[in-house]
Each structure stands twice: as structure tokens, then as C-alpha cells.
């Protein structure tokens, strides 16, 4: 039993090692580093570097054109998408601080994207995304308001062409999701979100462990 533990040990520290190297695979430029920092002073949680690539290579999967995000930040997630989409490409950015935005800007024209290929506007989601076109686009991440994160697959599905992607980052929730112990309304709704994407059949889903957790789904034709 001793023996089995130390096995259990190293099989753990492994893995971690493993994630560790994962997270890290892909590098990150200056501007993506002074995003970061940016965030950081903003007390913002930016996405992690292996969610920033995952993002990245799905955005060039589906050879996105039009994209929305949902919560702008500093840009992190915005240039990690702008890198994935097609030169002409245009990312439609989402978010209630005007502030963080314009930090976005920078840290984009430092990526070296021209000013044309990002759309800014600022406002809550949920009163934005009423105004975006029905099937324009290719792909849609959420990370805003987890209270909303139903309402951002709602109208997730309603933005999407067939065979778009639908993103949410965090779904771990630090690992409370899986936590057994009485969670925070907010859990409670990341609960509802995973369940009814893995049950829906106009979807098709994946969870990557990357991150605090990337919920994935194709929109079927």
C-alpha cells in the first residue's frame, strides 16, 4: 500500500508537470505580456497562456472571419483570437469597463494589428449581443458574468453559422464546479451551463482542461 501511494504520488506530480508544460507550449509575445500586467493592476484574471492557444487554434480551425468576445479585459484572450483568424478578420469585443478597453487597444496596435480588425463596444453583453447579426459569426467566446452564462449560450446559438464554435472560459470555477460541498449561485449556474450544452442536440461539445476550464461546442447544421 506504502509502494501504490508513492506511485499515486509521482503519477500526480507527472501529471502536473505535464499540465505545467501544456499551459506554456505555446509562447507570448511583449504585448500579450503587458496585457498581463495591465490586468494584474486591474485585479482582472486574464486567461491562462494554454487557454490563449487553444482559443488561437480553434479561431484558425474554422478559419474565423467574425468573432465575438464577450468580455474584452485588457486583451489577452483578444490577441490570442486575432492571431487564430484570417488576415482580414474582424474580432467584435465586448465590455462594461471603457477603461480596460482602451488598455485593449494598445495591447492590440502592440500585437501589430491594424485598428481595423477589432471592433470595440462597450455596454453590458446582454445588451449588446441583441444588436449582432443572426448567423455572422464564427465563433463567440464568453468570459463575462457567469450569473449570465446561460443567456450568453442563448444568444450564442443565435449568432453562430452551422458549424461555428461556441467558447466559455472558467468553467472550473477554481474547482468548485465539481466541489460537492453548497456552492455560490454562480457555480450553481456553471452546473446549469455544462448540462445543458452536454445535453444539447444542436451542439456538439468538449471540455479542455486547460486553464480554469474551456467549455467548447460546435453548432451542428
Known amino acids: 500500500m ?11 506530480g507527472n501529471r502536473q508537470t505535464s499540465w505545467a508544460f ?5 509562447a507570448e509575445d511583449e504585448a500579450l505580456r503587458w496585457a498581463r ?8 484574471r486574464s486567461v491562462s497562456s494554454g487557454t490563449g492557444a487553444a482559443l488561437r487554434l480553434l479561431a484558425a480551425a474554422v478559419d474565423a472571419k467574425a468573432v465575438a468576445e464577450i468580455g474584452t479585459g485588457t486583451g489577452v484572450s483578444g490577441i490570442h483570437l486575432l492571431h487564430g483568424m484570417r488576415p482580414d478578420g474582424v474580432l ?3 465590455d462594461s469597463d471603457p477603461e480596460c478597453q482602451q488598455f485593449a487597444r494598445q495591447a492590440f496596435r502592440a500585437a501589430g494589428f491594424a485598428g481595423n480588425r477589432a471592433r470595440f463596444i462597450p455596454g453590458r453583453a446582454l445588451e449588446v449581443l441583441p444588436r449582432l ?8 467566446f464568453c468570459d463575462g458574468d457567469r450569473l449570465e452564462c446561460l443567456d450568453y449560450l442563448a444568444e450564442s446559438l443565435r449568432l453562430l453559422r452551422p458549424g461555428g464554435l461556441v467558447c466559455f472560459e472558467g468553467v472550473f470555477a477554481d474547482g468548485r464546479t465539481v466541489d460537492s460541498a453548497a456552492q455560490p449561485a454562480e457555480v450553481q449556474r456553471l452546473r446549469e451551463l455544462l448540462r445543458a450544452v452536454r445535453e444539447s442536440r ?13 467549455l467548447c461546442a460546435a453548432r451542428r447544421g
Not at 22 to 26: E, H, P, R
Not at 133 to 140: C, E, K, N, R
Not at 202 to 214: A, M, R, T
Open 22 to 26: 501544456a499551459d506554456a507550449f505555446v
Open 133 to 140: 447579426a443572426d448567423g455572422g459569426y464564427d465563433l463567440v
Open 2 to 12: 506504502r509502494r501504490l501511494r508513492g506511485q499515486e504520488r509521482a503519477i500526480t
Open 202 to 214: 444542436v451542439l456538439v461539445p468538449s471540455l479542455l482542461p486547460v486553464g480554469d476550464g474551456l
Open 37 to 44: 500586467d495591465r490586468a494584474l493592476e486591474a485585479g482582472l
Open 92 to 94: 467584435t469585443t465586448v
